[in-house]
């Protein structure tokens, strides 16, 4: 391809691209629309995975110890040895003490109770959160130990969280997908449509397809290039200010938002991909018609 070509070509698509403004503007609106769908229940899937793999590497459950149980070396090996455990750490009673008064210093009518009213117990860091439940009932089983104190919920409410974004994500981006493709196509098929005729002459003196072609490639191009920047940007707004928010709410400080400088290279290359993707594929659909008469 010629620099003069090239010249060409852009300054065809770019031509192209305004001759059709409100069909234009629509679909690069449409294409902005769909990547920020896209891109925000990506996010959210990827923040609950995230969510879900610092919950498994803090979360702690508790197996209790029966009373005047005295191997707890062994009790420890029997625990170590279960599937999904990835650790696990004696607490005495009087450590439990100690824990308890530093984490409540307020609670002023508590600080002369006895450890023994406490039980020995051991603290268990689990792999997969997946299998909580199966873990729970694993260590419970084992002799020796009383109860078990595990946060089923908050594991089982992130995980479902995490398998409903990931499954919404992945129909979005199917649908969402197809959508852009099929008006951009057809807002280049109204353009190919206009220059019927130009493209029939162009045929008869020789022209090749390639030649007709690139100047739709790049018009398409440009649209999708386009919508895909826009969406960035709005994208990378929307998260900043969700991530502020949540930050700043009380009901809300358990949920650790993934900084955005740690995550626009990979979205922003999705954005691009995907935009560039869309144009480029609508114009060879549309075009691809008018190259067979």
């Given amino acids: 391809m010629s620099k003069h070509n090239f010249g060409y070509f852009i300054h065809e698509g770019v031509s192209n691209m305004f001759s059709h403004g409100f069909m234009s503007f629509a679909a690069i609106g449409i294409t902005v629309a769909c990547l920020l769908i896209m891109g925000t229940f990506t996010l959210v899937a990827v923040n609950a995975n995230g969510l879900l793999k610092?919950?498994?590497?803090?979360?702690?459950?508790?197996?209790?110890?029966?009373?005047?149980?005295?191997?707890?070396?062994?009790?420890?090996k029997k625990l170590e040895a279960i599937p999904n455990v990835a650790s696990v750490t004696f607490i005495s009673r009087q450590q439990a003490m100690e824990k308890f008064l530093e984490d409540y210093p307020e609670e002023e009518m508590f600080r002369d109770l006895d450890p023994e009213i406490l039980r020995d117990r051991f603290s268990l860091k689990i792999l997969n959160l997946e299998q909580?439940?199966?873990t729970k009932a694993a260590v419970k089983a084992v002799d020796g130990i009383a109860d078990v104190n595990a946060a089923e919920e908050v594991?089982?409410?992130?995980?479902?969280?995490?398998?409903?974004?990931?499954?919404?994500c992945v129909a979005l981006i199917?649908?969402?997908?197809?959508?852009?493709?099929f008006i951009i196509s057809n807002t280049i098929r109204l353009t190919t449509f206009d220059r019927r005729e130009e493209i029939a002459i162009m045929r008869m003196v020789g022209a090749t397809n390639g030649f007709i072609r690139w100047p739709f490639v790049y018009e398409g191009f440009l649209m999708g290039f386009l919508g895909a920047s826009i969406a960035f940007l709005m994208e990378w707004g929307l998260y900043e200010a969700v991530a502020r928010g949540?930050?700043?709410?009380?009901?809300?400080q358990l949920i650790d938002v993934i900084p955005f400088k740690e995550l626009w290279v990979p979205v922003a290359g999705s954005f691009a991909g995907a935009g560039i993707f869309i144009g480029v594929g609508g114009s060879l659909s549309a075009i691809r018609k008018y190259l067979q008469v």
Avoid at 155 to 168: D, P, Q
């Fill in 155 to 168: 594991a089982g409410g992130f995980i479902t969280l995490r398998n409903v974004a990931t499954v919404v």
């Fill in 174 to 181: 199917a649908i969402l997908f197809l959508v852009s493709v």
């Fill in 54 to 76: 610092d919950l498994e590497r803090e979360n702690e459950m508790l197996a209790f110890v029966e009373e005047d149980f005295e191997d707890t070396t062994g009790l420890q």
């Fill in 132 to 134: 909580i439940s199966q």
């Fill in 246 to 252: 949540v930050s700043t709410s009380d009901a809300l």
